[in-house]
């Protein structure tokens, strides 16, 4: 149980496109949604959190309207990157709370790996 | 400090038993996680613990809790090559906006054949 997707798996855009990341809860329904970004040999920078129905809550220094995130529903978010750039080039991963879930338990996504050309 | 601290590298021959171990920050931290990630892949639950436990034991896994030191480790006995990864501890952090998770930098583990 407590599985995670994302799609799609990688993805290669040109500079000053859009791109959109979905998470799926599979088996279970997440009330909150997390997006972490991951550099090379470092560790994850949450960079939002998302609770189903209202706004997602972004970490200090990350652009809201540069990372656009949709939490629909209980088993879906999204991530939009706007026009993209070389610099947004990273691994994105999710993560999702089960509603009524122990603790603060998250299950990640397989993660995505970006690339802007 | 704001930092969840652990040691970088660990390398094991297969076999042996790794340690690995994370101080952490918040006293207040109701639960402790340890995650595995390998090679590009997302984070796997390994396995958690209650801050008002000392020791948890799973299979292979065995969870060490210092609440005075905000110190945990993780040991991994008879450790395989498959266990080869990125190992992240985690604390669960209070926020206005409910609870967050904060990772250390992760721990490279290598097992040697």
């Known amino acids: 149980g407590a599985v995670v997707s994302q799609h799609p798996s990688w993805v290669i855009c040109k500079s000053g496109t859009s791109v959109k990341i979905e998470c799926r809860s599979l088996d279970f329904q997440a009330t909150t949604m997390f997006w972490y970004r991951q550099f090379p040999k470092q560790s994850l920078m949450l960079m939002a959190t998302?609770?189903?129905?209202?706004?997602?809550?972004?970490e200090q220094g990350v652009e809201k309207d540069k990372f656009l995130i949709n939490h629909a529903s209980l088993t879906l978010s999204t991530l939009t990157v706007t026009s993209a750039h070389p610099e947004d080039s990273s691994f994105y991963i999710c993560s999702a709370r089960e509603a009524g879930g122990f603790g603060d338990t998250q299950y990640f996504g397989p993660g995505t790996r970006l690339t802007v050309l | 400090g704001e930092d969840v601290e652990q040691s970088l590298f660990l390398s094991v021959r297969e076999g042996d038993s790794s340690v690995i171990n994370c101080t952490y920050t918040d006293s207040s931290s109701t639960y402790l996680y340890w995650y595995k990630q390998e090679p590009g892949a997302g984070l796997q639950l390994l396995t958690y613990i209650f801050s008002n436990m000392d020791m948890k034991q799973d299979q292979r896994l065995t969870v060490l809790l210092n609440k005075k030191d905000k110190h945990l480790s993780l040991r991994i006995a008879d450790t395989q090559t498959g266990d080869s990864a990125i190992y992240f501890c985690a604390e669960s952090r209070s926020m206005e906006y409910g609870n967050k998770l904060v990772f250390g930098a992760g721990t490279i583990l290598r097992v040697k054949s």
């Open positions: 998302s609770n189903e129905g209202s706004k997602a809550t972004y």
